[in-house]
T-cell receptor, first 114, second 114 residues
Framework: KNQVEQSPQSLIILEGKNCTLQ??????????LRWYKQDTGRGPVSLTI?????NTKSNGRYTATLDADTKQSSLHITASQLSDSASYICVVSNYGGSQGNLIFGKGTKLSVKP | NAGVTQTPKFQVLKTGQSMTLQCAQD?????MSWYRQDPGMGLRLIHYSVGAGITDQGEVPNGYNVSRSTTEDFPLRLLSAAPSQTSVYFC?????????????FGPGTRLTVL
């Protein structure tokens, strides 16, 4: 069964610290992996998209890595800010990457405290 | 561009009532989707469309109807609301670029069915 598992479920860090969120997937065939940020009460926003041939991609202070062999991805946040408080969702797309083939993780809720 | 817009933002229905959730995008995206988000669960696909006149079912289509008469609009109809349909509904649109697509989500509609 195609699944996306994220850990931890929730995380509290102090402002300025770094953190890493994990995503393991059992999706086959694999097309691409995305990380979304969802602020409370708002729709998700795309942070990065990585295809099979990409093993790292950055978007400002966000860096995503992908290991297609072990089917793992991580999202590293550097020098966290209060505005990073949100849920981070890992999404894996299988064949063709079309709308009907996106498998969503349940998300990691990050709280950044002053 | 306004991006993806959804109306209404909040709605309370009684069991058995019908209603339409509106979704519109002004980016000329070919793909549009409807998701529901429930506490402790990932986003689940209800219906999606790969272009005007073409729709398909997602993971949880029962109790919902869609149509896509124009590129811009993708309304979601609840024919006879049930308490199990209490949820937050998100509409998303995207376009294909090589073998990936970037999704843009609307702000969501919070629906309560009593």
């Amino acid at each position: 069964k195609n699944q996306v598992e994220q850990s931890p479920q929730s995380l509290i860090i102090l402002e300025g610290k770094n953190c890493t969120l994990q995503c393991n997937y059992t999706v086959s065939p694999f097309s691409n992996l995305r990380w979304y940020k969802q602020d409370t009460g708002r729709g998700p926003v795309s942070l990065t998209i990585m295809t099979f041939s990409e093993n790292t991609k950055s978007n400002g202070r966000y860096t995503a890595t992908l290991d297609a062999d072990t089917k793992q991805s991580s999202l590293h946040i550097t020098a966290s800010q209060l505005s990073d408080s949100a849920s981070y969702i890992c999404v894996v797309s299988n064949y063709g990457g079309s709308q009907g083939n996106l498998i969503f993780g349940k998300g990691t809720k990050l709280s950044v405290k002053p | 561009n306004a991006g993806v817009t959804q109306t209404p933002k909040f709605q309370v229905l009684k069991t058995g009532q019908s209603m339409t959730l509106q979704c519109a995008q002004d980016m000329n995206h070919e793909y549009m989707s409807w998701y529901r988000q429930d506490p402790g669960m990932g986003l689940r696909l209800i219906h999606y469309s790969v272009g005007a006149g073409i729709t398909d079912q997602g993971e949880v289509p029962n109790g919902y109807n869609v149509s896509r008469s124009t590129t811009e609009d993708f309304p979601l109809r609840l024919l006879s609301a049930a308490p199990s349909q209490t949820s937050v509904y998100f509409c998303a649109s995207s376009y294909r670029e090589r073998n990936t697509d970037t999704q843009y989500f609307g702000p969501g509609t919070r629906l309560t069915v009593l």
